[in-house]
C-alpha cells in the first residue's frame, strides 16, 4: 500500500513497527498506508509512528483504537486546508451515500478553495484533483454510479470523520438518525450543520445558531413543514441546501430573506411555489432548483447579478421564464436546464404577448448574450420526458427536441449556444433544411462540435450552409461522431452558395437546376469538404431515403489525400437509394486505415460492398455485417483496370463475417 519505497533497507524495519502499531487490522494497514505512499524519508516514517502512538481515540462504539489512530494520521498527512474541508464535508451525508462530486465543488467555490480566484469550471477541476488523490490515500471510495462523479465513505472511516469534525476547531453537528423526533439544541460553536429529518413531532419556531455557515438539510416523506421563521437565528448563513423536502418545504419560508450573505442555496427535488424571495439574496452564486416542482423563473431572479451556477436540470414542470430574467445574470458562468418537456404550451411573456415557450423561454430570449467562448451549458429542450443521469462531468452540451423550427433561427441565443456546443442533439419535426448560421461568419459552429446528432426532420436537406465563399466552412474539423437517423431529404452535409449574381437563359437555369440535383443526391460528403473531417471517429447513418452515395471521392488529390484515418465504426442501415458507399476515388487514393466496424443493413439499392482501391485500405477492419441487400452480387467490385493490377485483398484482423439475406 506504502508503494516500492518500503523495500528500501533502511524503511523495512520502521514499516513493520507501523504494521504493528495498526494492529495487523487490514483497514488501518490500508489507510496508513495510503497516508505514506511513497515516502522515501525515514524521518517521516517516524513522526507517523509517533502519531499513531500518542493518538488520543475518541470512543466509538465497537471501533479498534488502533483504526482511529490511523485514520486521523491520514486526515492529519492530508497535504491541504482544501483536502481536509472536502474529506470532512463528505461526513455530511448518511451512511452508505452516494455522494455528489459536484456537491462539494458547489461548497468549494464559497469556501474559497481556489482564494477568491478562477472559475466555477476550475474550482471543479480542483475538487476533482483533490477527490481523486483522497481515493488513493483509501480514505474515500468510488461510488457505486459514475465513477468520476460520485464518492462514498467506509462507516468506519465515516464514524471517525464525524468525531474529527465535530471538534471545537471545526464545529460540525452531523445528526442523521431517521429516528430523531426533535431538533437537538441549538448551538452557538457551530460552523456546519447536517440534519436527516424524519419522523419529528416539529420543527422549532426558530434556530439560535448565529455563527452556523452551512446548514444541510435531508428530508423525509412524512417530515413535517417548515414555519415561517426557520432561518431568523442563523444570518451568518453562507451555504444551505435542502434536498428531498418535497413535503417538508411547500413554499419558501419568509425567514430565507434574511439570509443576505447566503452565497449558495441548494433546493433539491423539494416542491416549491412562488421563489420570488431569492431575489432579494444579492450575494448567491450557486442557485440550483434541481429536479424540482417549480412552474415559474420570476423576473426577481434576474436581480441576481453575482450569480455564477444556475441548475434547473429536471424542472420537468417549468413553464415560464420572465422575461429578461436571463440577461440579468451578468456573472453567470453555467447553466444547466435538462428534461424541459413543457415547452410546447402556450404563454404570455411581459411585452411579448402570447407565443410558443419555447420561442420566447429559457436560453431562446432573444436579447440574452451572455453566451461566451467561456460559457458553460447543459440545456435539453424536449417534447417528452428524456430523463437523464445526474452528470457534471461533461462538454457544452445542446439537446433541443422541437416541433417547428419556423422561429428559432431568428433567435440570436440559439446561434451562440450552437456555437459554442461541443456536444448537439437535434430532433425537430419540421420547418428546418439546414443548421442556423449568421451570414457574416464562416459558419455557425466554428471550433468546437465534436458530436453531431440529427433526428426526425421531415425538412432537412443539409446540416449547414456555407457563406458566400465557394469553399464550405471548416466547421467540423473536431468532430468525432456523426449520427443522421430518420432524415428522408437529407442530401448533403453542406450546401454552398455563391454571391455572384449572373443571367441565364431558361434552358441553362434548366440545365443548372438538373445538374445541382443530381449532386444533391449523389454525395453525403462532397470532396471538398472530406478533408476537414479529419478527426471523425463513428459515423452512423439510417434511413436517410434520398441518399445514393456516402464518400464523393472524385476530385481528391491521390497523391496529398490521406482521409479519414481515425474513422473505426462505419454504420449504414436502411438506405434504399445508397447505390454507392465509396464512388469514383483514384486508384491511388489513401486514408479509412482504421476502419473496425463496416455495418451494412436494409440498403436495397447498393450492388457491392467496396472495391479493390477502397478494400485494400481496410487493413485494420474486425467486423463486416452485411444483411438484407437484394441487389447486391458482389462484396468486392470491379473497376476498371483491374485486369492489369491483381492485388491481393487481405483482411488480417477480421474477426466476424456476417453475410445474410443478400
Keep these: 500500500m506504502a508503494g516500492d519505497c518500503i523495500k528500501t533497507s533502511n524503511l523495512i524495519s520502521i514499516a513493520k513497527q507501523v504494521a504493528n502499531e495498526c494492529a495487523r487490522l487490514p483497514l488501518a494497514i490500508v489507510i496508513v498506508g495510503g497516508a505514506l505512499s511513497n515516502k522515501n524519508d525515514k524521518k517521516e516514517w517516524k513522526v507517523a509512528l509517533q502519531q499513531l502512538k500518542m493518538s488520543i481515540p475518541h470512543n466509538i462504539y465497537g471501533l479498534h483504537p488502533k483504526v482511529y489512530s490511523s485514520i486521523e494520521l491520514s486526515y492529519n498527512y492530508l497535504r491541504s486546508d482544501e483536502a481536509k474541508s472536502c474529506f470532512l464535508l463528505c461526513c455530511l451525508y448518511p451512511e452508505d451515500y452516494n455522494v455528489l462530486v459536484e456537491d462539494l465543488v458547489r461548497y468549494g467555490v464559497v469556501k474559497r478553495f481556489l482564494k477568491g480566484l478562477g472559475t466555477v469550471e476550475q474550482t471543479r477541476e480542483h475538487v476533482h484533483t483533490i477527490v481523486k488523490n483522497l481515493i488513493r490515500s483509501n480514505l474515500l471510495l468510488d461510488g457505486d454510479y459514475y465513477k468520476d462523479e460520485y464518492v462514498k465513505m467506509h462507516d468506519v472511516v465515516r464514524d471517525v470523520t464525524i468525531s474529527i469534525a465535530s471538534r471545537d476547531e471545526n464545529g460540525f453537528m452531523v445528526v442523521l438518525h431517521e429516528e430523531l423526533e426533535k431538533w437537538p439544541q441549538n448551538g452557538d460553536s457551530y460552523t456546519t450543520i447536517s440534519h436527516l429529518l424524519g419522523e419529528m413531532k416539529g420543527h422549532p419556531t426558530e434556530l439560535k445558531c448565529p455563527t452556523v455557515q452551512l446548514l444541510q438539510l435531508l428530508c423525509l416523506k412524512h417530515s413535517k413543514t417548515f414555519p415561517d421563521n426557520l ?22 419560508p419568509p425567514s430565507i430573506q434574511i439570509l443576505q450573505n447566503l452565497q449558495m442555496l441548494n433546493l433539491e427535488d423539494c416542491c416549491l411555489g412562488d421563489v420570488s424571495a431569492i431575489g432579494t439574496l444579492g450575494n448567491l452564486e450557486i442557485l440550483s432548483f434541481s429536479y424540482s416542482k417549480i412552474e415559474e423563473l420570476p423576473s426577481e431572479i434576474g436581480n441576481l447579478s453575482r450569480l455564477k451556477l444556475l441548475d434547473m436540470k429536471g424542472c420537468d414542470s417549468l413553464k415560464r421564464i420572465a422575461a429578461g430574467v436571463l440577461s440579468g445574470l451578468s456573472q453567470l458562468e453555467e447553466l444547466y436546464m435538462g428534461r424541459i418537456k413543457n415547452w410546447g404550451c402556450t404563454t404570455t411573456m411581459e411585452g411579448n404577448g402570447e407565443k410558443s415557450v419555447c420561442q420566447v423561454s429559457c436560453a431562446c430570449q432573444k436579447n440574452w448574450t451572455s453566451v461566451t467562448s467561456h460559457f458553460r451549458f447543459r440545456i435539453n429542450i424536449c417534447i417528452n420526458d428524456k430523463s437523464g443521469g445526474v452528470r457534471y462531468l461533461f462538454e457544452n452540451t445542446l439537446e433541443l427536441e422541437v416541433k417547428d423550427a419556423s422561429d428559432l433561427g431568428e433567435h440570436r441565443t440559439i446561434h451562440s449556444l450552437l456555437k459554442n456546443a461541443v456536444i448537439l442533439n437535434l430532433d425537430i419535426e419540421k420547418n428546418w433544411k439546414h443548421i442556423w448560421f449568421e451570414k457574416e461568419e464562416k459558419g455557425i459552429i466554428p471550433c468546437s462540435l465534436k458530436n453531431l446528432s440529427s433526428c426526425g426532420c421531415e425538412d432537412l436537406e443539409y446540416l449547414l450552409e456555407a457563406t458566400s465563399d465557394s469553399t464550405p466552412p471548416n466547421t467540423f474539423h473536431l468532430l ?13 452535409i453542406c450546401k454552398s452558395t455563391d454571391s455572384v449574381e449572373i443571367t441565364l437563359t431558361k434552358e441553362e437555369e434548366q440545365n443548372v437546376r438538373e445538374t445541382e440535383n443530381q449532386a444533391k443526391m449523389l454525395s453525403l460528403f462532397q470532396y471538398n469538404l472530406i478533408e476537414s473531417l ?61 476502419l473496425r466496424l463496416l455495418r451494412v443493413w436494409d440498403c436495397g439499392s447498393l450492388k457491392c460492398l467496396f472495391t479493390p482501391s477502397i478494400a485494400k485500405l481496410l487493413v485494420k477492419l474486425e467486423k463486416i455485417q452485411v444483411s438484407s441487400c437484394n441487389e447486391m452480387g458482389e462484396i468486392l467490385g470491379k473497376e476498371l483496370g483491374d485486369e492489369e493490377n491483381r492485388d491481393v485483398i487481405a483482411f488480417p484482423l477480421v474477426k466476424t463475417l456476417k453475410l445474410e439475406h443478400l
Design 480 to 492: 468525432q461522431s456523426l449520427s443522421l437517423y430518420c432524415l428522408p431529404r437529407l442530401i448533403g
Design 231 to 252: 432561518f431568523d437565528g442563523m444570518k451568518e448563513l453562507k451555504m444551505l441546501s435542502l434536498q428531498d423536502c418535497r413535503s417538508s418545504l411547500t413554499m419558501l
Design 534 to 594: 479529419e478527426n471523425l471517429q463513428q459515423l452512423s447513418i439510417h434511413r436517410c431515403d434520398s441518399l445514393e452515395v456516402i464518400f464523393e471521392l472524385e476530385g481528391l488529390n491521390a497523391e496529398e489525400s490521406n482521409i479519414f484515418n481515425n474513422l473505426t465504426v462505419l454504420s449504414l442501415i436502411y438506405l434504399p437509394k445508397l447505390l454507392h458507399i465509396w464512388k469514383k476515388g483514384p486508384r491511388d487514393i489513401k486514408g479509412f486505415n482504421y
